[in-house]
């Protein structure tokens, strides 16, 4: 365990790889914010706890610095929130209130966009034609009815131009030692090479090649469709953490 000062105050206590935060650590900042958890190459990337001095606290899995996947939200006032993120809430999940009370459904960032209703009956995903092509034909993917619920989305679709351009043949390569003086994942590129490096550490024994074929080098490939399909494609992303 090796010990980092920087000169604003921060301190990262943890394990280095090529003079780079790699491994288990934990980053402490001059404000009394701390992050303790996986880190690669200098990201917050992996499982982790984010912990905030006025009592808020994040537990789940971040991805170049970014809530990701499955996580769980406690606030000070005893509220916990439990569901999917996308840096903010995006899809399923539950608010549950100090006095016990729950809001369930499909959440943009702190808006309940969606309520759900529950299900009498057993169904399995071949149910629903927005997911059964992500099916294979010899599944038997079976839901109990008392665990599940049954989501009815009504969305207003938005969609905007995908003028990126593409290049499906090539690996973008970083200038040698990049990492060593950029760690802005919101703006670098992320070639197929890379993004496939990343999802492996991120998801670990549960990863596989992704089926949505992502083009371009946006963070984001999904960013350009409309809501609905963003969100089902998300859900399915993580489909495996669910819980």
């Excluded at 943890?14 to 880190?39: A, D, I, M, P």
């Excluded at 943009?108 to 759900?116: N, W």
């Excluded at 599940?148 to 969609?159: D, I």
């Excluded at 802005?184 to 090479?193: E, I, Q, R």
Aim: aromatic fraction near 20%; charge should be neutral; proline fraction near 7%.
């Amino acid at each position: 365990m090796v010990e980092e000062y920087t000169d604003d105050g921060s301190k990262y206590e943890g394990e280095f790889v090529n003079g780079l935060h790699h491994g288990k650590g934990r980053f402490t900042w001059k404000n009394g914010q701390y992050y303790e958890g996986s880190f690669y190459k200098d990201y917050r990337h992996g499982d982790g706890s984010y912990y905030w001095p006025n009592g808020h606290k994040f537990t789940g899995k971040f991805y170049l610095n970014r809530r990701e996947g499955y996580g769980r939200h406690e606030f000070p006032d005893g509220a916990i929130f439990q569901g999917l993120y996308s840096d903010q809430w995006f899809g399923p999940g539950v608010l549950r209130y100090p006095g016990g009370a729950e809001d369930v459904g499909l959440w943009v960032g702190d808006h309940l966009i969606q309520l759900c209703t529950s299900v009498k009956d057993s169904f399995s995903l071949k149910s629903f034609p927005e997911y059964a092509s992500f099916l294979k034909p010899t599944s038997t993917t079976y839901i109990p009815p008392q665990v599940y619920t049954r989501f009815q989305p009504q969305f207003h679709s938005y969609s905007s131009k995908n003028d990126a351009r593409t290049f499906l043949k090539f690996d973008f390569i970083y200038p040698p030692y990049m990492e060593s003086y950029s760690t802005n994942g919101d703006f670098l590129p992320l070639p197929p090479g890379r993004r496939k490096e990343l999802d492996q550490q991120f998801f670990g024994d549960q990863w596989e090649p992704d089926v949505f074929q992502y083009k371009g080098f946006k963070r984001d490939p999904l960013s350009d469709l409309p809501l609905q399909p963003r969100m089902q494609a998300h859900i399915y992303k993580h489909r495996s953490d669910a819980h």
